[in-house]
């Protein structure tokens, strides 16, 4: 070999050498176990402890869930008690938000409240904006009649005929239904839930499509009016509380809470209440 040749391949690796001297210098990336964990997000199993209140958004006018006294505002119905024994269960109190049916999902979902109650249904368009809690009961559409007209409407070919005036009320899955199922006959939005069965009894209007615990309740006060099988409903659905989408911890507890309230006889007993 040259003396050139030899110095070429001299230079070559002491540069070799050097870069793995760096190379073992550097210190080496932090591997997946090594990072630092991120703080985690409060959650609100934290904060409404510390804040001694749960936001509880419900609409008011969806008897025997949820109920305001247009006299004094006073909340009543079967979740209203269930939303009290919940943040009672956090060392807080419940602080009651007025909503509508269009705007339960946002409002959980935008943080002006941090729960929804009142006989709110499962739906998966829901479902991709807040959490749900385990089901508190399952339930379904079904028809409310003048008791004379309760063997005439017994279907929805029976309902969805010319001549036939179905009401509903706004935002909801009640108004979704209607409108996926009523082509033919005259379909109607009353904007006020808690008076929309006097239009049946008025004869203004002839059926409405609701969910079948609202029915039956309905028809306990109303005794010109029939609910049409409540035990066949058209549909199959489950109410659930509504909580925000990413607070895990906080949709767990509240759960944990349902599963307990709906097996120890609390929530049967408030239903119990109302339905006598």
Not at 35 to 51: C, E, N, T
Request: charged share 25%.
């Amino acid at each position: 070999m040259s003396r050139s040749a030899s110095k070429k391949r001299a230079a070559t690796l002491s540069a070799l050498v050097c870069l793995l001297a760096l190379t073992a210098a550097a210190p080496a990336a932090p591997t997946a176990a090594h990072r630092p964990a991120q703080k985690p997000q409060a959650s609100l199993l934290d904060s409404v402890p510390k804040a001694g209140v749960l936001r509880v958004c419900t609409t008011g006018d969806y008897r025997p869930f949820t109920y305001k006294d247009p006299k004094d505002g006073s909340y009543s119905g079967v979740d209203v008690d269930m939303a009290r024994d919940l943040a009672k269960s956090l060392d807080a109190e419940a602080r009651f938000v007025d909503t509508t049916w269009a705007d339960l999902v946002p409002d959980v979902s935008g943080g002006r409240c941090d729960i929804a109650v009142g006989g709110v249904s499962v739906t998966l368009p829901r479902a991709r904006q807040v959490y749900f809690s385990e089901p508190t009961r399952e339930d379904g559409k079904t028809p409310i009649v003048r008791c004379a007209d309760k063997d005439k409407y017994q279907t929805l070919e029976d309902i969805d005929q010319a001549g036939t005036d179905v009401v509903v009320n706004p935002g909801g899955t009640n108004e979704q239904f209607a409108r996926a199922n009523i082509k033919k006959a005259t379909l109607t939005v009353h904007p006020d839930n808690t008076t929309v069965f006097d239009e049946i009894v008025a004869g203004r209007a002839d059926v409405m499509m609701t969910d079948a615990s609202e029915t039956l309740y309905q028809a306990k006060l109303h005794p010109e009016l029939c609910s049409v099988h409540p035990d066949k409903p058209f549909t199959f659905s489950e109410k659930a509380y509504a909580t925000p989408r990413g607070d895990r911890d906080f949709q767990e507890y509240v759960t944990q809470f349902v599963h307990l309230a709906t097996h120890d006889g609390t929530y049967a007993t408030y239903e119990a209440q109302w339905m006598s």
